[in-house]
């Protein structure tokens, strides 16, 4: 009761916007379900690029996107980008239209930074302020890797702590938030809220085949195939523990910490190379990795070497995310307390020493 009303008050007092209040800057991004933009207030119009804020209109799909937004904002708000306000906006000639807003985060998302040559050096010093003093090399990327993947997983664990599943975790909507110096996750379009209830996944509705774990559908017996409006299913911490939907994320993740570790799996077309090879090996990654070592272009026995450091704690970690069955996957807390993350741990109280 008491959160009901917390939530209640909370959202009388916050300011709401509408059409008039906005001013729309340079266009981010155009997907199937609505176009994104950056955008400024009217009274106090930004002069650089088009805005402090980020618009998204989108279909009818927009309520359960701005359902998520709102969870999140209030249950786990630093695991996802800053959400504002969302309202329906009708049009005369452009039929209804759910309108979402966000504080701009950043310019960058993990997909922009990675597509850098001089990934991950590139992303050093914004996440951890200042050059560390250890040659270029391995140890200091492998440094790098390790806190992006420390901030994506415990984005993930709030959300997933919180009942919500992504449904489409790829490096394109992970985005730097340059004010709070960490990666923050964006685009709940896909997500489910497999505890309170609202899970819709539209028929057309196709998950990134280039992220997506083997099992496709998470949840799949429990989903209405052909629904006109979110529906609500109910769905018992029970059902959720027999299902692990969570694990479809960390499997998106294990496939970004790949690309991250081996630059050459970084373009669209030779993670789907991968991910064909993958499959051939039924999805057993030290299968993979017996296959193509043997003749791997140095670019990939260096990813090897990379996550072989340290008793090969990385490979490990790697191994326990992207695995054919969801129950095999390790989840977002316990891959936190994993010992790929300790060591970096130790290092830095022996740096502060
Ligand atoms: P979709 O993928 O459905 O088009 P997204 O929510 O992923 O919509 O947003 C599209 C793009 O807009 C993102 O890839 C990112 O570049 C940018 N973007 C979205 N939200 C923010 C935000 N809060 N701050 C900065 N950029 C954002
Ligand atoms: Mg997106």
Not at 154 to 168: M, Q
Not at 179 to 194: E, N, Q, T, V
Request: glycine share 6%; aromatic share 12%; charged share 25%.
């Amino acid at each position: 009761f008491d959160m009901f009303v917390l939530a209640f008050v909370e959202r009388l007092f916050r300011p709401t916007y509408k059409k008039d209040d906005l001013v729309l800057g340079k266009k981010l991004g155009e997907g199937s379900f609505g176009s994104v933009y950056r955008a400024s207030l009217a009274k106090k119009p930004s002069s650089k690029d088009g805005g402090d804020l980020v618009l998204k209109r989108a279909s009818e799909y927009g309520a359960v996107e701005i359902w998520m937004n709102e969870r999140v904002r209030r249950a786990c708000a630093n695991s996802c980008a800053d959400f504002l306000y969302g309202f329906l906006e009708t049009s005369s000639t452009k039929g209804s239209e759910y309108w979402l807003l966000w504080r701009f985060e950043g310019k960058a998302t993990l997909a922009d930074l990675m597509q850098s040559k001089d990934f991950p050096y590139n992303v050093e010093t914004m996440i951890l302020g200042k050059v560390q003093d250890l040659p270029k090399g391995l140890e200091r990327e492998n440094r790098i890797i390790q806190t992006i993947m420390r901030q994506l997983l415990f984005a993930l664990d709030g959300l997933h702590s919180t009942g919500i599943v992504h449904r489409d975790i790829k490096p394109q909507n992970v985005i730097f938030s340059e004010g709070s110096r960490i990666f923050k996750i964006i685009d709940l379009g896909a997500a489910a809220d497999l505890r309170v209830g609202i899970n819709y996944i539209p028929k057309e509705f196709l998950l990134d085949p280039r992220y997506a774990a083997p099992e496709q559908y998470i949840m799949s017996t429990q989903t209405p195939s052909a629904p006109s409006a979110p529906v609500a299913t109910a769905l018992s911490p029970v059902l959720w523990q027999l299902n692990l939907p969570d694990r479809f994320d960390i499997y998106s993740a294990g496939l970004i910490f790949l690309q991250m570790a081996f630059p050459s799996l970084r373009t669209d077309s030779s993670l789907i190379q991968f991910n064909r090879q993958l499959k051939r090996c039924d999805y057993d990654l030290a299968a993979w990795r017996k296959s193509t070592e043997p003749r791997a272009s140095p670019d990939l026995r260096r990813g090897f070497e990379l996550l072989d450091l340290d008793d090969g704690v990385g490979w490990e970690l790697l191994t326990s995310m992207v695995r054919y069955k969801a129950r095999q996957r390790i989840s977002a807390k316990a891959a936190l307390a994993h010992p790929y993350f300790d060591r970096e741990g130790l290092l830095a109280l022996s740096f502060m020493q």
